[in-house]
């Protein structure tokens, strides 16, 4: 398995925007799925956003029309844009990736997670 590295998150105002990356590396041939899961204190971790390799998109229905996912397919990244974020966004977000590698092996990778806090 190999670790994403991801960046973003932090602490932000109701309302207010986040930006989250997740960099694939390694000798990557394919990628199947690109995805954004979510662990709030006590409660169980959920996808929050997903998006495949032909760009096909799905949002739980908590975040659509606020988040927006996408990923860069030259540079193995993938993004999630949050606006208007509500106290109940607040969560350790990971990212997860399923990529073929040039040795032929398919590894279902996940980010170390990332905090998102979002209060007044």
């Known amino acids: 398995q190999v670790q994403l590295v991801e960046s973003g998150g932090g602490s932000v105002q109701p309302g207010g925007s986040v930006r989250l990356s997740c960099a694939a590396p390694?000798?990557?041939?394919?990628?199947?799925?690109m995805g954004w899961h979510r662990q709030a204190p006590g409660k169980q971790r959920e996808l929050v956003a997903r998006i495949t390799s032909t760009g096909i998109t799905n949002y739980a229905e908590s975040v659509k029309g606020r988040f927006t996912i996408s990923r860069d397919n030259a540079k193995n990244t993938v993004y999630l844009q949050m606006n208007n974020l509500k106290s109940e966004d607040t969560a350790v977000y990971y990212c997860?990736?399923?990529?073929?590698?040039?040795?032929?092996?398919?590894?279902?990778?996940w980010g170390q997670g990332t905090q998102v806090t979002v209060s007044s």
């Open positions: 997860n990736v399923l990529a073929q590698y040039t040795d032929s092996r398919v590894f279902d990778n």
């Open positions: 390694g000798r990557i041939s394919n990628i199947y799925l």
